[in-house]
């Protein structure tokens, strides 16, 4: 197996891909020596996953596995026998740290334990995204004007990752970030060419050969575009546009011809991802409570007007891929559990239940998520900012996914409210629970997200589509693969 290390691993979506890759006779191809992550609640989750794998691997029973996230037993109860001794065999690959210059020291030494003696490597792989806050789009919008901003130590969290590819100088690495990379500045140049000029200046003279996963074609040739991967049109129900670079260390590339993944033949939408989970009802927040209104008459008569419309310039749905969907259910399928688990709607306000029902049968109708000023007036949102924000018409406070389409990106700001995440059924009346948030995201029915849910949204949306990733995770097998033959 080859050897992989995990940096900045969130709740282990980028490791669960490769993870899972085997080769031609069912073997699994690697093997995570070290995650790192400093969210204490992700690392419960990559520690219980790394239980997970280690059960599989070894042919044991996975029983006690699903009592627990199933919840018919506790922790304590479970962690007996053959559940607990691949429990203590997995968990020491799981590192809780916040990485940084500080912390550099420990980190190596951890390293340098996991990989043993250099001479006795061989070839391995570092895999991971470093935060990606200070870069995306809507975190530099929430900090117009902040003259912090620049001086984010988030923005240089990556060197961290260049750190260890300079010190151990893996065959081939993977890096993970927002699409904002590319358009993010840093002084007169983007953070991507920042980051590009830093690779190739790498402490100890390793130089890597940066490749796209996307495009067939020389380093020298590509355009900062060019690393752009779009999941949706690789078999994940989502939206999620990422920068990817593939690194091949130059002594190296020279024997590797290039490999690019290869597109599915179509769309993988929200009704193909959540079309078998539980209908489920969502409650009643008493948080914030509305004014006078009577809803249930004022959601009757929004419905009526609604019904009685013609839909303008209704949205064709997308082209499905029937090998895409066929790939996508035995993925999120594969050892799942006799119950759903992690499906339990958040309460809502009732003005906001009011609105996600019309606002759901609006998108039927549309075949597309309604802007708030398509709703009747009296359902109009009670927010400072409706109507105008800044000098733009403000009319995305709500968003309802589509049920024919992949959903729009899945972030961890989900884990605040569902807003953009309402269910396209508008009989569920709610936003998305935790388990289809998952789905969406490509994780296995079986892959238990732990801490309070509001955790658990965070985990799913900084994390990468593990259905993407098991198909860069092969790529890089095939390339590791051919210098071994």
Known sequence: MFPIIDLFAGPGGLNEGFSSVRDENGAFVYNTLASFEMDSFACQTLRLRATYRELVRSGTDLGSYFDYIQGKKTWQSVLTGDFRDAYFAAKTHVYQVELGADNRPEVDDFIEKQLGPESDRGHWALIGGPPCQAYSLAGRSRRTGDDTFALDHKHFLYREYLHILGKFKPTI?????????????????????????????????????????????????????????????YGVPQKRHRV????????????LPRSVLKKADGAVTVRAALQTMPAVQAATSSRRPGNDLDWEDV???????????????????????????DAYEAWINENAPEMTIQHEPRAHMVSDLARYRVMAELAGMLGKSPKYTDLPAALHPEHKNVG????????????????DAPSTTVVSHISKDGHYYIHPDASQTRSFTVREAARLQSFPDNYFFEGPRTQQFHQVGNAVPPLLSKQIGEVVAE???????
């Open 173 to 233: 690495f993977v890096m993970e970030n927002v699409k904002g990379l590319l358009s993010s500045k840093n002084g007169d140049s983007s953070m991507f060419q920042t980051i590009l000029g830093d690779l190739a200046n790498l402490p100890g003279g390793t130089h890597y050969e940066i490749r796209s996963l996307v495009v067939d074609a020389e380093p020298s040739d590509l355009e900062p575009s060019d690393f752009i991967i779009r999941a949706e049109e």
């Open 244 to 255: 990817i670079l593939l690194g091949v260390r130059s002594d190296i590339a020279p024997d």
């Open 299 to 325: 959601q009757a008569q929004a419905l009526k007007e609604v019904r009685s419309s013609k839909p303008v310039n209704k949205v064709d749905p997308v082209k499905s891929g029937v090998l895409a969907v």
């Open 388 to 403: 105008r924000e800044g000098g733009t018409p403000f009319t995305d406070r709500f968003r309802v996914q589509v049920w």
């Open 479 to 485: 390339m590791l693969g051919s210098l071994t033959d």
